[in-house]
């Protein structure tokens, strides 16, 4: 696996995550749980099509489970019920 099929593990938002995060929160607005499930895996596959590296998604599907299996804090995030959860403490 070569730099460029290897998961960044540095800021790439240029110290602006958080503006992607409320934006993850807002279409979640108004979701049932379904809905909210349903957009995840849209955008989960529509930003697995703009990477395009079978390496780097498996590195990435790697992490995400490994974070949900030890109960890392946020592992639910932009899940329906994270964003409600969320925005009532907003």
């Known amino acids: ?4 099929e290897k998961i960044r593990h540095q800021d790439g938002f240029a110290g602006k995550g958080d503006d992607f995060y409320e934006a993850l929160l ?3 607005e108004g ?9 995840n895996a849209r955008l989960v ?3 697995a099509n703009h ?5 780097v998604l498996r590195e ?3 992490l995400a489970r490994a974070g949900v299996r030890s109960g890392e804090k946020g592992s ?7 964003s409600k ?6």
Request: no cysteine; hydrophobic share 45%; net charge negative.
């Open 60 to 62: 990435a599907l790697a």
């Open 51 to 55: 990477i395009g590296s079978v390496p």
């Open 76 to 82: 639910d995030a932009g899940s329906g019920t994270a």
């Open 1 to 4: 696996m070569n730099a460029s």
């Open 26 to 28: 807002a279409a979640h």
């Open 45 to 47: 596959l529509l930003l």
């Open 31 to 39: 979701l049932d749980d379904e809905q909210s499930a349903a957009l």
């Open 85 to 90: 959860n969320q925005n009532k403490q907003t």
